[in-house]
């Protein structure tokens, strides 16, 4: 029998055991994020091992007797790790996406917590929890390979959301380009419907989504002037009464309005509005090659998620952008 290691318990390893209480499971790499480091958390979890607080299990990390009894201690509860298949794979993702909105504006509530009000419109294992501060985000993973049928009933299931509850906005994140194109562009009447990547970069997106308007602020980094949309499709009107629709965050509802637009134009042989696209840096040949005749202005990540843009709102007869 492995005897156990007395180890002192740091501010990090509470925060780790906590998260681990609340969420039954968590990825080696997640558990990096809780400390902060790119190597010394793997210290602290084969010393946590040793000690009995928690568990390793290849890849995955969980709350050992140890770090129950300690945690019961402390006058918290913990969660049972759950016995069927189908949640022991859910959970570390769950966990992950709580791991990465720790810390922000945002407020992550897993879907358990979801269920137990919302469980009617809540149809299967694919909601990962919400997201909320000033509105409400039901969050998603499809993965690198979803499958038509779930991805088919992943929209139902947004669409009960909005209509049984009031979720009218989603986040879906996507964890390969193809993932990416087999999503689709479909409409399903939502407020938002935003397909981002899960990796750093779509991450930090959603992030500072939570601390200011990014949509504002994209627009007054590409344009120096600019006034409420005349057209229902956009976001602002700007320079030369241009249609601009900002897209830096991959509104599929958005995207969906627009493409029916262009179809509807092209079939009537009309003339279209003047419009403008605000995406990121990296996206200008697809919205180029998807949307022709637009103008494309591209905006870099770093400046759109870097602090608080207040300084350079856009006016035109002396109003901002709002």
Known sequence: MKKKQRVRITERDFDLLKHLG???????????????TCKYHQ???TALDRAGYIRRKNNLVY?????KRYLEEQGLEWRSLPTAKSLKQRNPRISSMAIEFTGSKWQFIPSWEIKKDKEQAIMGGRLLGILKDRSEYAVYNIGTKPQEKSLYNLKREMEKLSVMYGIKRAVIFYESEAAKEAYGEEALGLEEQLLLPYNAD??????????????KKAAQIAYAHGGPPQWPAADYTVDNGRQAVVLVLNDIEKRARLSAY????????????????ICLEGEESFYTDKYPGSEI??????QLTSGTNNDNASVVG???IK
């Not at 779509?202 to 949509?215: K, P, S, V």
């Not at 202005?297 to 770093?302: Q, T």
Request: hydrophobic residues 40%; aromatic residues 8%; proline residues 2%.
């Open 202 to 215: 779509g991450i930090n997106l959603m992030r500072a989504y939570g601390e200011e308007d990014l949509i």
């Open 262 to 277: 262009y179809e509807m134009t092209a079939a009537r042989y009309t003339q279209r509005q003047p419009i403008s696209i």
């Open 63 to 67: 709350l050992g007797e140890a770090g």
């Open 43 to 45: 210290t602290r979890i």
């Open 297 to 302: 202005k591209a905006i870099d990540l770093g």
């Open 22 to 36: 609340e969420y039954c499971a968590a990825t080696v790499d997640s558990v990096g994020k809780i400390y902060g």
């Open 318 to 320: 002396g109003v901002a």
